[in-house]
């Protein structure tokens, strides 16, 4: 394997554990999964990675989201990241788990969640120089 995946679900991305792993391998690393969820999604929000204590808001979600970006972005020995999920999981919960979480960046009738997508939008514009300045 050229690289390693790893997933994390807190606020921040553990830099030092992936420094670390890094350090330990030589080999760079790709955040394969991470999210947050907010409570004005009206999805229950209650079984998933993050489960039990989504964000206030939308608007306090995309910060979440740039703020751990950002962190991944200026790590020289990272190659990327991955947004866990395109979608909002059914909110009876998905087979086979029942997560029922607000992971989108559409809902399930895919309206966009318009502050999460500009968020976005706006990051990946400058991460590569982000990137670079690491």
Known sequence: MDFLDQHD?????NVTLL?????DTGKPIILGEFSFTAADS?????????????ERTQTRR????????TEVAKAPFMLGYG??????????GRW?????????IF???GDIYTTLAAAMTKFHAGAGALHEAA
């Open 96 to 104: 086979p788990d029942g997560e029922c979480s607000n992971y989108g």
């Open 62 to 69: 995309a910060e979440k989201y740039l703020a751990f970006a």
């Open 83 to 92: 947004w866990w999920n395109a979608f909002d999981e059914p909110s009876t």
């Open 42 to 54: 009206n999805m229950p929000n209650t079984r998933g990675a993050r489960a039990g204590h989504p």
């Open 9 to 13: 679900y807190g606020d921040l991305p």
């Open 19 to 23: 420094e670390q792993m890094f350090k």
């Open 107 to 109: 809902s399930l009738a």
